[in-house]
């Protein structure tokens, strides 16, 4: 993308119009980057009633620049934060935050250094299989849940185990892991070393109005549970 983006970039610095940039930048990505350069070049002429027809025109490629403009646009305007703009409007926020973090998943999944450290923290000794597993956490535990560091999916997937044996949470799926988030989350916001249980169940009634003390005890067992995972 970022080459894509370059060449687009250097085209508008030599002055060639948009039409003919647009030949060299086909999909969402380039009409996104022409649009964007419209756009800037309506609010740089100092009209900026005429910057989102601009866009309109620069996207579709049939937008010139005016002479030198290309050069001052490609320096100063933010393009990739036009183009994110661009593709939130033609996917809908919540669609393209979803597309967004699978991909920044996928990339972090495929790190060597994060690759690596999934070998050493799960014990598998093939990369292969490690990058596959990193991926799989990456996908549920990053994207879902915005956890990204290792060493708190193998507490996670440790925690998923115990829901799964000890609590008879069903391995389908990612609902023992959803368990095992809640656990961490509950860790966090009540566990205290230096509280009794009975303590921080209270604080747990207190804060959350749980009744079901079949409820109250899982999450009080699984924080615990993690307490001892994690420390």
């Not at 597309?99 to 920044?104: G, I, P, Q, V």
């Not at 996670?156 to 609590?167: C, D, R, S």
Request: charge should be positive.
């Amino acid at each position: 993308m970022s080459n894509r983006r370059n060449k687009i970039l250097q085209d508008a610095r030599e002055g060639k119009s948009l039409k003919a940039i647009g030949r060299g930048a086909a999909g969402a990505f380039g009409a996104a980057t022409l649009g964007s350069l419209g756009l800037a070049a309506g609010v740089a002429s100092g009209d900026p009633s005429k910057a989102f027809q601009n866009a309109a025109i620069g996207a579709a490629g049939g937008f010139k620049l005016a002479s030198g403009m290309g050069s001052s646009i490609a320096e100063k305007i933010d393009l990739d934060g036009m183009a994110d703009a661009y593709g939130r409007g033609a996917m809908g926020s919540e669609n393209y935050d979803r597309r967004e973090a699978n991909k920044y998943a996928a990339e972090y999944a495929r790190n060597s250094d994060i690759v690596r450290q999934v070998m050493e923290n799960f014990d598998i000794s093939s990369w292969q299989e490690a990058e596959k597993k990193a991926q799989e956490l990456a996908n549920y535990y990053g994207v879902e849940e915005g956890y990204y560091d290792v060493k708190e999916w193998k507490y996670l997937e440790k925690m998923k185990e115990q829901m799964i044996k000890k609590h008879n949470i069903s391995p389908e799926g990612n609902t023992a892991r959803k368990y095992a988030v809640a656990a961490k989350k509950t860790y966090e916001h009540f566990y205290d070393a230096k509280k009794s249980k009975s303590e921080i169940e209270k604080a747990m009634v207190d804060t959350m109005g749980i009744r079901n003390s079949k409820q109250l005890r899982m999450m009080s067992d699984s924080m615990f549970d993690y307490a001892r995972i994690v420390n």
